[in-house]
């Protein structure tokens, strides 16, 4: 069965970095895009960024554009988001998932899902 986890999460300043790794195992052939969401309490969860694995392409939601970056390790099979000038509003849990991406879109496909690993951002 397909597996992913997530790592990376902590607790860090205004300004600061994380960077998360989404790591993929068992069966993963048929995915096609792996991405990010966030979700804090109280709010609505919101797509954050997707990466293609087959064409390439990613997107980002708007609130991260210039700050978020998405990049993949097809050899570890790992999908990795450096957070730069992380702001307040960015603390949610965030998880990755399967699905697919493209310039337009971001949708979580097929049920896989990791358990999410938790950003904070506070002084």
């Known amino acids: 069965q397909p597996h992913l986890v997530e790592s990376g999460g902590g607790l860090v300043q205004p300004g600061g970095s994380l960077r998360l790794s989404c790591a993929a195992s068992?069966?993963?052939?048929?995915?096609?895009?792996i991405g990010w969401f966030r979700q804090a309490p109280g709010k609505e969860r919101e797509g954050v960024s997707c990466?293609?694995?087959?064409?390439?392409?990613?997107n980002y939601a708007d609130s991260v554009k210039g700050r978020f970056t998405i990049s993949e390790d097809n050899a570890k099979n790992t999908v990795f988001l450096q957070m730069n000038m992380l702001k307040p509003e960015d603390k949610a849990m965030y998880y990755c998932?399967?699905?697919?991406?493209?310039?337009?879109?971001?949708?979580?496909?097929?049920?896989?899902w990791g358990p999410g690993t938790q950003v904070s951002v506070s002084s």
């Open positions: 990466i293609s694995l087959t064409t390439g392409n990613t």
């Open positions: 998932a399967a699905g697919y991406c493209s310039d337009e879109q971001w949708v979580p496909l097929g049920g896989a």
């Open positions: 068992g069966f993963t052939s048929g995915f096609y895009a």
